[in-house]
């Protein structure tokens, strides 16, 4: 037998596991200092009080014969998909209950969507980039093309006319930048897709995180219900990393190479998913109720208020940054042209604080730098001023 010979084309991802070595050494070498951790893409506040309250009532349901449930419908129960809908009409998307299906998590969706489509089609992913877009490709074996995020468009890659795709990843507010697309780029990025008989595949992970008037869906721009798929995540927003739940979005309208895309999506997830757990579609649809949005609002502050801390420092210190405004993340350009393996080996030992270098994730990430607003507000606060101390 053979394997998948797609897989002997990735490249080893040293990143997290070289971070976490460099981290151990220096904690085990300096058991008296305090280290301080802004590279995780975790978060650590606890669930909402009432999505944990009915978490526990689902499970209750399902000890009482009366109440119990067997399999969920594959695209999520219509109450969940009713309260997705609703979710987006609160910032004036519309989108259907039946364009919604309930999954466990971005990653999977994303990592699977390329089910549905050739091995033949043309990849296109911004740089820097989340890796599970380019690896999950590279597993496929097709083929990717880059489009550059760097300064000269504020990390927010734009399309080139002269370069086609069949598929376009997008992710905005975007990780690692922190940037976020405003109406006037995606509308570029969806007449270029269309123009193309391209298909994007849109990542609002973040979008809870937007502050200012960007589009929190990519379905907020006209034209998109033609060429894109949206992907959207609890996780970040109401904490749900460890609880999985997250909902795709396919417009009924798109169709491609003859092929109405809702429907072959559908499929592929009747074939190889068995839908979400009831506690977990229970405490889904408490997030979206009024009391869940008041309760995830204030986890998203706090988080938001470390991302301010941390991108006042970097105006403080003069040092180019992108994010920490509408994202949790700040992308910072490694300081005295420090490369970002320099520049972490730096910040661990003087001022004993942990990020995440930048070359990780893509060939314009070198020399830049990624911080994180998911901690503890007293580390974040304690680290923003070592790391001002240490460079001013
Ligand atoms: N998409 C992006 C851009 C992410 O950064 C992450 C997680 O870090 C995910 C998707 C994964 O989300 P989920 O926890 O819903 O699988």
């Given at each position: 037998?053979?394997?998948?010979?797609?897989?002997?084309?990735?490249?080893?991802?040293?990143?997290?596991?070289?971070?976490?070595?460099?981290?151990?050494?220096?904690?085990?070498?300096?058991?008296?200092?305090?280290?301080?951790?802004?590279?995780?893409?975790?978060?650590?506040?606890?669930?909402?009080?009432?999505?944990?309250?009915?978490?526990?009532?689902?499970?209750?349901?399902?000890?009482?014969?009366?109440?119990?449930?067997?399999?969920?419908?594959?695209?999520?129960?219509?109450?969940?998909?009713?309260?997705?809908?609703?979710?987006?009409?609160?910032?004036?998307?519309?989108?259907?209950?039946?364009?919604?299906?309930?999954?466990?998590?971005?990653?999977?969706?994303?990592?699977?969507?390329?089910?549905?489509?050739?091995?033949?089609?043309?990849?296109?992913?911004?740089?820097?980039?989340?890796?599970?877009?380019?690896?999950?490709?590279?597993?496929?074996?097709?083929?990717?093309v880059y489009a550059d995020s760097d300064a000269s468009n504020g990390f927010a890659a734009m399309p080139d006319e002269s370069?086609?795709?069949?598929?376009?990843?997008?992710?905005?507010?975007?990780?690692?930048?922190?940037?976020?697309?405003?109406?006037?780029?995606?509308?570029?990025?969806?007449?270029?897709?269309?123009?193309?008989?391209?298909?994007?595949?849109?990542?609002?992970?973040?979008?809870?995180?937007?502050?200012?008037?960007?589009?929190?869906?990519?379905?907020?721009?006209?034209?998109?219900?033609?060429?894109?798929?949206?992907?959207?995540?609890?996780?970040?927003?109401?904490?749900?990393?460890?609880?999985?739940?997250?909902?795709?979005?396919?417009?009924?309208?798109?169709?491609?190479?003859?092929?109405?895309?809702?429907?072959?999506?559908?499929?592929?997830?009747?074939?190889?998913?068995?839908?979400?757990?009831?506690?977990?579609?229970?405490?889904?649809?408490?997030?979206?109720?009024?009391?869940?949005?008041?309760?995830?609002?204030?986890?998203?502050?706090?988080?938001?208020?470390?991302?301010?801390?941390?991108?006042?420092?970097?105006?403080?210190?003069?040092?180019?940054?992108?994010?920490?405004?509408?994202?949790?993340?700040?992308?910072?350009?490694?300081?005295?042209?420090?490369?970002?393996?320099?520049?972490?080996?730096?910040?661990?030992?003087?001022?004993?604080?942990?990020?995440?270098?930048?070359?990780?994730?893509?060939?314009?990430?070198?020399?830049?730098?990624?911080?994180?607003?998911?901690?503890?507000?007293?580390?974040?606060?304690?680290?923003?001023?070592?790391?001002?101390?240490?460079?001013?």
């Amino acid at each position: 037998m053979k394997i998948n010979s797609n897989f002997d084309n990735l490249v080893p991802n040293y990143l997290f596991a070289e971070v976490a070595k460099r981290t151990n050494e220096f904690i085990e070498n300096n058991p008296d200092k305090k280290v301080i951790k802004l590279g995780i893409g975790d978060v650590t506040l606890p669930l909402a009080p009432v999505v944990v309250e009915a978490m526990k009532q689902g499970a209750d349901e399902l000890g009482n014969k009366d109440t119990f449930k067997g399999y969920p419908d594959y695209e999520g129960y219509e109450f969940v998909r009713k309260a997705v809908s609703d979710y987006y009409k609160s910032f004036g998307v519309s989108v259907s209950p039946d364009e919604i299906l309930i999954n466990d998590g971005a990653k999977s969706d994303s990592g699977n969507i390329g089910d549905i489509f050739s091995k033949d089609n043309t990849v296109l992913v911004t740089d820097p980039v989340y890796p599970v877009y380019v690896d999950s490709n590279i597993m496929a074996g097709r083929t990717i093309v880059y489009a550059d995020s760097d300064a000269s468009n504020g990390f927010a890659a734009m399309p080139d006319e002269s370069v086609s795709a069949d598929i376009i990843y997008l992710c905005s507010p975007n990780n690692p930048t922190g940037s976020a697309y405003s109406y006037d780029q995606l509308k570029a990025w969806v007449d270029y897709a269309n123009k193309n008989d391209a298909i994007i595949i849109y990542d609002a992970a973040y979008e809870a995180f937007i502050t200012e008037d960007l589009p929190r869906s990519i379905f907020a721009v006209e034209g998109s219900r033609t060429c894109a798929i949206e992907l959207c995540s609890l996780s970040k927003t109401a904490g749900f990393t460890g609880t999985r739940c997250g909902y795709t979005v396919i417009p009924k309208e798109l169709e491609r190479d003859g092929h109405n895309i809702y429907k072959l999506w559908y499929r592929r997830e009747a074939t190889k998913f068995n839908g979400v757990s009831w506690p977990v579609q229970r405490a889904a649809a408490a997030v979206f109720s009024d009391e869940g949005q008041r309760q995830i609002k204030e986890n998203i502050a706090y988080y938001q208020e470390n991302a301010r801390i941390i991108a006042s420092a970097m105006d403080e210190l003069g040092i180019y940054y992108t994010g920490g405004k509408n994202s949790p993340y700040i992308w910072l350009k490694c300081p005295n042209g420090m490369g970002s393996w320099e520049f972490f080996d730096f910040l661990l030992e003087k001022a004993n604080v942990v990020g995440t270098p930048g070359e990780g994730f893509g060939k314009n990430g070198e020399g830049y730098f990624r911080l994180t607003s998911f901690g503890d507000r007293d580390n974040t606060i304690e680290a923003v001023e070592r790391i001002k101390k240490v460079l001013s």
